[in-house]
T-cell receptor
Framework: GAVVSQHPSRVICKSGTSVKIECRSLDFQATTMFWYRQFPKKSLMLMATSNEGSKATYEQGVEKDKFLINHASLTLSTLTVTSAHPEDSSFYIC????????????FGPGTRLTVL | DAKTTQPPSMDCAEGRAANLPCNHSTISGNEYVYWYRQIHSQGPQYIIHGLKNNETNEMASLIITEDRKSSTLILPHATLRDTAVYYCIVRVANTGNQFYFGTGTSLTVIP
């Protein structure tokens, strides 16, 4: 199947700093990518839908000014957690949609964010 | 997308078949049943999906009832590496819509 990567795999930062997470589709073009967040022992919660060349669509309750999403190319979407606080510590997962594979989605390995 | 109901946890002896049930009584005619699993601290892994016929691949089999209101994922010979959280999701296929994950079933394969 298609491969989606995320970078970094884990990051530790100080409270108040901003952190950028990259999601790349390695062997296909993805006009749409999705960002999820997962707290310990909880399920994945969809945060936003990222569309190449346009603004992201955020799920209800997700602060768009805090979680900045940029999808500038067909293979890269970035999630920036601005002014991170300890409560933002979580496992962030992206997925990418492959139009050439019946619109199926492929998930990245996730990024573990710890805010001190 | 329709909601699904799964038992929160299950155990299975290594080498035996693991049968994971899922209820989706409000599924629509054009919605598929998808199964993903998530091993600790990794991204979800696709297992299988189907519409109404039973499906089988190298990982598992999917049995969907005739009324499509429930399904069962079968891992024929569970190994320790199959210990994971298994998610059953119903979604219209080929639309590229987002997945909404439920709570899943935490499967523990016991030696």
């Amino acid at each position: 199947g298609a491969v989606v990567s995320q970078h970094p795999s884990r990051v530790i930062c100080k409270s108040g700093t901003s952190v950028k997470i990259e999601c790349r589709s390695l062997d296909f073009q993805a006009t749409t990518m999705f960002w999820y967040r997962q707290f310990p022992k909880k399920s994945l919660m969809l945060m936003a839908t990222s569309n190449e060349g346009s603004k992201a669509t955020y799920e209800q309750g997700v602060e768009k000014d805090k979680f900045l999403i940029n999808h500038a190319s067909l293979t890269l979407s970035t999630l920036t957690v601005t002014s991170a606080h300890p409560e933002d510590s979580s496992f962030y997962i992206c997925s990418a949609r492959d139009y050439n594979s019946y619109n199926e989605q492929f998930f990245g390995p996730g990024t573990r964010l710890t805010v001190l | 997308d329709a909601k699904t109901t799964q038992p929160p946890s299950m155990d299975c002896a290594e080498g035996r078949a693991a049968n994971l049930p899922c209820n989706h009584s409000t599924i629509s005619g054009n919605e598929y049943v998808y199964w993903y699993r998530q091993i600790h601290s990794q991204g979800p892994q696709y297992i299988i999906h189907g519409l109404k016929n039973n499906e089988t691949n190298e990982m598992a089999s999917l049995i969907i009832t005739e009324d499509r209101k429930s399904s069962t994922l079968i891992l024929p010979h569970a190994t320790l590496r199959d210990t994971a959280v298994y998610y059953c999701i119903v979604r219209v296929a080929n639309t590229g819509n987002q997945f909404y994950f439920g709570t899943g079933t935490s499967l523990t394969v016991i030696p």
